[in-house]
């Protein structure tokens, strides 16, 4: 890590000369107003086909284990990276190919040549796909969001940071009633657990209702922004999600003995949505460029 490499991997985050059409981006997909998720179901590649999933936040990712919704096996940022970059079916940047293509003509522009020189000091011909990604990769690592009311409540005692309702969502979600924290733990409310050799542990995942197969849990940071939901963004709102897990602790054969076994009433779906609301980090939002 270094400011001039994630500097430089900023702008690349934003750069459409990165996509076959000269139109797309990582940010055509990941909107940092939305806490870099998008704000339809599922994402669409630059050559307009649909991916199968919704597009993740990204938030705290610095810190996960294991990148995308159901990809165990996917454990750098760096090794993420190749998949949008490179995928052909779909598409989604259309990158496959034209590597050379795109890092000749970022060569030759001479603002990209000297902020690849200086995040890559030393380096002859430092406009590589490999610099590229190290570099997007770093930015990436430095979108870190801790400064939401909960943060501000939990962490430095400011007692009022958090309204009534939203403090009888904070007992009512770590309650083993409501079951949430149960999967969406640690600090980035998410499942980010290793097993005993290190890999990425199958607590990571599960499955709540929404899939057959189990998914990445995701993180509940800034929730609120991401909306739709769910690994194909079939639930529309949050209170959507809360009648989904109300009408799963209905179903006599839940998938997961962790989900809530009593529907909510409208105190506790008002007082949850107010906890995940407080989960909103209005600095790493405002943090556009
Ligand atoms: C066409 C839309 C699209 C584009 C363009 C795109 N992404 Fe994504 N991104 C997604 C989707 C969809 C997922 C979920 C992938 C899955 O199915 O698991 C995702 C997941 C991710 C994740 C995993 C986050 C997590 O918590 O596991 C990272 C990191 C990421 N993208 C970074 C990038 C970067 C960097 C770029 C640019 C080089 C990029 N994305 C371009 C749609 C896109
Ligand atoms: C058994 C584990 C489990 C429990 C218990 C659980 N969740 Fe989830 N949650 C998940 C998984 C897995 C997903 C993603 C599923 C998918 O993508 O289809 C998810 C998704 C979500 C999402 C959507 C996030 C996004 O970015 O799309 C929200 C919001 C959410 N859960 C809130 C809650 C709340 C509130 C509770 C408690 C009432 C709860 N969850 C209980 C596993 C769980």
Redesign the pocket.
Known sequence: MSKAKAALGERL?FEPR?SVTGR???S???DPARAFAQARP?????TGEA????????VN?AY?I??????PRVRT?EA??LE??LNEHPV??GLKGREAAACALLAADPAYAADFAAAFPGDPAPVTLEHLVKA?ASF?RTLISGGSPFDRYVFNGEHDALSGQAKRGMALFFSTRAGCSGCHSGFNFSGNWRDAQGETGPASFARNGTSARPM?VP?LRNVALTAPYM?DGRLASLAAVLDHYSSVAAQAARTDRRLPRVAFSGAERSALIAFLESLTDESFVSRTR
């Open positions: 985050f990165l797309y981006s990582c055509s997909c990941h599922v994402a669409i590649g630059a991916l199968p999933h919704n597009a993740m936040a990204l990712v996960n294991s990148f995308g919704w159901s990809r940022l993420q990276m949008p970059m989604e940047l997007i990436e990445r993180t690994h």
